[in-house]
């Protein structure tokens, strides 16, 4: 882990000085029904934020991303709140069908925190999964119920450790549709290298903060697991720095002893991506997966011309202003499939 060598002094005109970013690094305090993608389409706000958007403008989009062609992207599937229309507020999550009736998603899709603390799992009937069709609208493709929900027995919310979940189809279902091929662990390696290109696709947010009844898709590429998380390391280092150095001056800490407590704190700080996780996005920035993207996939395109998925959907950063995503992004953080395929193999097999 990198240890930022910055004596106290320094650390306070550089850091202090510094301005702080635009991009939320510290989870905020949410209210439960913010905190899922799930109960935020079912409390009914995200048609209001959407509403809100479109008027003052705001928002984020897939970004970067274009429409997507007719028919591209089959395996691509929406989870839907059970009970309401067909339409983009009823979308909460996306997925891909890895067997006929088998969808990959992300665990914090269906794994959420009720008022009281504690977590729990959607049941099946709170949800369906609208598949073989890039438009959420009544009559397109075929909305099919759920037999069973898994979730990585080792998710872990606090960071989207472990950030993957099946979900069995009570059927085949009825539309034209295709799976999408995983990796195992070697050629997971071999997909988890800087420069490997590839493409999120989605029914996130767009520009102006509505939610897109047409799938779109962004075309980026794996990034070094070692450069985002310096970045983020170095972001969240320019956050703490104030509240800490306050802190460090109220306790009458000297130069030394504040360089040596920084150092510590730095050291103990875990690293954001960890090795069962991936960063994908664009140097340029401006390019990466938004809200409503989660559960989605990352796919790699193969020289005979196919796909295969490397990463999830989890998670990004996000503005502290307009509590979207960051549209000025360099990447996105998704969960390594190839990390999880003895759980999946195992989930199916005996499901």
Same mark, same amino acid.
């Given at each position: 882990?990198? #240890?930022?060598?910055l004596?106290?002094?320094?650390?306070?005109?550089?850091?202090l000085?510094?301005?702080?970013?635009?991009?939320?690094?510290?989870?905020? *305090?949410?209210?439960?029904?913010?905190?899922?993608?799930?109960?935020?389409?079912?409390s *009914?706000? *995200?048609?209001?934020r959407?509403?809100?958007?479109?008027?003052?403008?705001?928002?984020?989009?897939?970004?970067g991303?274009?429409?997507?062609?007719?028919?591209?992207?089959p395996?691509?599937?929406?989870?839907?709140?059970?009970?309401?229309?067909?339409?983009?507020?009823?979308?909460?999550c996306?997925?891909?069908?890895?067997?006929?009736?088998?969808?990959?998603?992300?665990a914090?899709?269906?794994?959420?925190q009720?008022r009281d603390?504690?977590?729990f799992d959607?049941h099946?009937?709170?949800?369906? /999964?609208?598949?073989?069709?890039n *438009?959420?609208a009544?009559g397109?493709?075929?909305?099919?119920? $759920?037999?069973? /929900?898994?979730?990585?027995?080792?998710?872990?919310?606090?960071?989207?450790?472990?950030?993957?979940a099946?979900i069995?189809?009570?059927r085949?279902?009825?539309?034209?549709?295709?799976?999408i091929?995983?990796?195992d662990?070697d050629f997971?390696? $071999?997909?988890?290298?800087?420069?490997?290109?590839?493409? $999120?696709?989605?029914?996130?947010?767009?520009?102006?903060?509505?939610?897109?009844?047409r799938?779109?898709?962004?075309?980026?590429?794996?990034?070094?697991?070692d450069?985002?998380?310096?970045?983020?390391m170095?972001?969240?280092?320019?956050?703490?720095?104030?509240?800490?150095?306050?802190?460090?001056? /109220?306790?009458?800490?000297n130069?030394?002893?504040?360089?040596?407590a920084?150092a510590?704190? #730095?050291?103990?700080?875990?690293?954001?991506?960890t090795?069962?996780?991936?960063?994908?996005?664009?140097?340029?920035?401006? =390019?990466?997966?938004?809200?409503?993207?989660?559960?989605?996939?990352?796919?790699?395109?193969?020289?005979?011309?196919?796909?295969i998925?490397?990463?999830? #959907?989890?998670?990004?950063?996000s503005?502290?202003?307009? =509590?979207?995503?960051?549209?000025?992004?360099?990447?996105?953080?998704?969960t390594k499939?190839?990390?999880?395929l003895?759980?999946?193999?195992?989930?199916?097999?005996q499901?």
């Open positions: 882990m990198k #240890v930022f060598k004596g106290s002094l320094a650390l306070a005109a550089a850091l000085a510094a301005p702080i970013s635009a991009q939320d690094l510290v989870a905020p *305090k949410v209210e439960p029904e913010n905190a899922s993608p799930f109960s935020f389409a079912e *009914k706000k *995200k048609a209001e959407s509403a809100k958007m479109a008027e003052d403008g705001s928002g984020s989009k897939v970004i991303g274009e429409l997507a062609a007719n028919g591209a992207w395996w691509q599937v929406g989870l839907m709140i059970a009970g309401q229309p067909v339409s983009p507020n009823a979308h909460f996306g997925g891909s069908l890895v067997l006929d009736q088998w969808v990959l998603t992300a914090h899709c269906i794994h959420m009720d603390g504690s977590y959607l099946p009937s709170q949800l369906t /999964i609208l598949v073989g069709t *438009k959420i009544p397109q493709g075929d909305n099919v119920p $759920v037999a069973g /929900i898994f979730r990585y027995p080792n998710y872990n919310p606090d960071g989207w450790d472990g950030d993957v099946l069995k189809l009570a085949r279902p009825n539309a034209n549709y295709r799976t091929k995983v990796p662990q997971g390696d $071999v997909l988890d290298q800087a420069g490997v290109p590839t493409v $999120v696709t989605g029914w996130g947010l767009v520009n102006g903060g509505k939610h897109p009844d799938m779109y898709q962004a075309e980026i590429q794996m990034l070094s697991r450069m985002c998380n310096e970045s983020m170095k972001a969240r280092a320019q956050v703490a720095a104030r509240p800490f150095v306050e802190a460090a001056s /109220i306790f009458r800490l130069d030394s002893e504040m360089e040596g920084w510590e704190l #730095v050291r103990r700080a875990p690293m954001p991506l090795e069962n996780m991936i960063c994908s996005g664009s140097f340029e920035g401006g =390019k990466t997966s938004c809200q409503g993207d989660s559960g989605g996939p990352l796919v790699v395109p193969l020289d005979d011309g196919s796909y998925q490397a990463g999830i #959907v989890s998670w990004g950063l503005n502290a202003a307009t =509590k979207s995503c960051a549209e000025d992004a360099i990447f996105s953080a998704y499939v190839s990390k999880f003895p759980w999946l193999e195992q989930t199916i097999s499901n």
